[in-house]
Each structure stands twice: as structure tokens, then as C-alpha cells.
């Protein structure tokens, strides 16, 4: 089996509107690059972020410039694909805002989500990974990978998610940005022990391959860290386009073997099972 869970149907840029891309042609795209690589299961997983529900959580300026569509038409949209008869996953991907747990929940709750994909992408209302709202101009790299992987822990204990996603999405500039003087197990150990207390499973995820760091997250240390803290594997390619489906997957699956890892999880309706890795 292989899955590609975490995916979007549209680029991350605004003009990329729901209207143009919740589409079944579209649909049909995404299912056709999923077989051409051998995507057994395939999901959506829309930022939080696009939707205007996502207000009641967070109204932080990024958040309010973006949320201009509706969870619910989402929900609908995708639940239609399934009713036409195609084998696609209803997910979200869901910022943890640390404070915002219970607004967070509620967002979540009475929505019939196969899965739910939490990220840190923000420490306070500064982005790691975004350069208009970047982090790195105000923080030094040690402050900001020790709260960037405090914020890993309390998302995973949080018991909001199904699967974290990225778990070292801080490295994701590469040498472009300053590197912390400690070494990365001082940070990584900052949320292990709240990981290793969750029910959470952890992505490994493609899509470092196509940013500046050019390496899967996570990286081969972190994992084996994950994995002794008995957490299962989620295998996501992090696609905004149809063929960035399963992108770099004969890496990921040749990483995961050396890793240890012979299965990889499948969900539906938030319930977790392992299948053999394809």
C-alpha cells in the first residue's frame, strides 16, 4: 500500500479559488496521477487557513486575507466525489494555535473527516516558514527551533490530530537561514516525550525534496526517534498540483525500509489501521 494523504487540490496562491479547482475534472486529475504511481489511497486535506470558519479560531492578518471559502461546501464537495464513486479521503489540515484548542475542536467536531492533519507552521503569530511573516528576523535559531518543537509536542498531545504532519518543517529553508549551535537532538527531545504520550501518527513527508533544505522530513535521526516512541508512519507527498502526487515516493519508501518501517497507516472515519508498505 501507498497513500498520499496530505494533498491539496489547489496551489496555495489566492487567485487559486475553490470555484476553479473543486472541480471533478480536477478530482479525475488527481485519481489518474495517484494510479500512474501506484497511490492506493488518495486524500484531501485543504488548509484550515482558506476557509472562513478558520476565524473563529485564529484572526491573525495571513489567516484573514485567505479565508474566503466555506468549510462546509468543502465538506460537500468532497463527500459528493465519494457518492460519484470516487476512492478519495475527506481531511483538513489544521494549524495548532497553542490557546485555541477548544475553538479548534469545535471547528472539527460534527464534520465527517476521514482524517485530520495537524501542522506547525506559526510560533506565536510569527511563520517559519513564510517569509512575509517570518520568524527568523526577530529570533535567533535556537529560540525558534525550541519553540517551534515545544509547539510539535503540544499539538500531538493535544489529542486534536491524526497525523502530524512535517514533523521538522522548521529545517525547511535549508541553508538560507541560520542553523542553532546545540545539536538538532536538544530540540527534537523538546517534543518526543509529548509525542510518545500521544495517539498521533507522524508524516513522512515528500515534500522537503521540492523546498531548499531538498531532504525528506523527517529527517533519519528524528524519525528513529519517533519510531522508538512507537509511533505509526503516514506517507503524504504535501501536493498543491496533480503531479506532485506520490512525488519522490521510490526515495521515501527506500528510506522507510532502511528506517525499519513494513507498514504505513490507511484511515477512515478517524479510525487508524496499518497495511504493508508498497
Not at 487567485?15 to 504511481?37: C, G, I, M, Q, S
Not at 475553538?103 to 517569509?131: E, K, M, T
Amino acid at each position: 500500500m501507498l497513500t498520499d494523504y496530505h494533498t491539496h487540490l489547489r496551489p496555495d496562491e489566492r487567485e487559486a479559488t475553490a470555484k476553479r479547482h473543486f472541480t471533478e475534472d480536477n478530482v479525475k486529475l488527481y485519481l489518474r496521477a495517484a494510479a500512474d504511481v501506484g497511490v492506493g489511497e488518495l486524500g484531501f486535506s485543504e488548509h484550515v487557513h482558506r476557509f472562513g470558519q478558520a476565524l473563529d479560531v485564529w484572526d491573525h492578518p495571513f489567516w484573514k486575507e485567505q479565508a474566503v471559502d466555506d468549510l462546509d461546501a468543502y465538506v460537500e464537495f468532497v463527500q459528493g466525489m465519494k457518492a460519484a464513486g470516487h476512492a478519495v479521503k475527506l481531511g483538513l489540515e489544521v494549524d495548532y494555535v497553542s490557546g485555541k484548542e477548544e475553538q479548534i475542536a469545535d471547528l472539527l467536531a460534527d464534520r465527517p473527516w476521514d482524517y485530520v492533519i495537524g501542522s506547525v507552521h506559526f510560533i506565536g503569530d510569527r511563520a517559519v516558514d513564510h517569509s512575509e511573516y517570518g520568524t527568523w528576523s526577530v529570533s535567533d535559531a535556537d529560540q525558534v527551533w525550541s519553540e517551534y518543537f515545544r509547539s510539535l509536542g503540544a499539538a500531538a498531545a493535544s489529542g486534536l490530530y491524526d497525523i502530524l504532519a512535517h514533523p521538522d518543517l522548521v529545517k525547511v529553508w535549508g541553508s538560507s537561514r541560520p542553523k542553532p549551535d546545540r545539536d538538532p537532538r536538544f530540540f527534537y527531545e523538546l517534543a518526543i516525550e509529548s509525542i510518545a504520550g500521544s495517539n498521533v501518527a507522524v508524516e513522512v513527508s515528500t515534500a522537503g525534496l521540492r523546498k531548499p533544505i531538498e531532504e525528506i522530513y523527517p529527517t533519519r535521526e528524528l524519525l528513529d526517534m519517533l519510531l522508538e516512541a512507537g509511533r505509526p508512519v503516514a506517507l503524504s507527498s504535501d501536493a498543491h498540483l496533480p503531479e506532485q502526487i506520490g512525488f519522490g515516493y521510490d526515495r521515501a519508501v527506500e528510506y522507510l525500509r532502511e528506517a525499519g518501517v513494513g507498514e504505513i497507516c490507511v484511515f477512515e472515519e478517524r479510525r487508524r489501521t496499518m497495511e504493508p508498505l508498497g
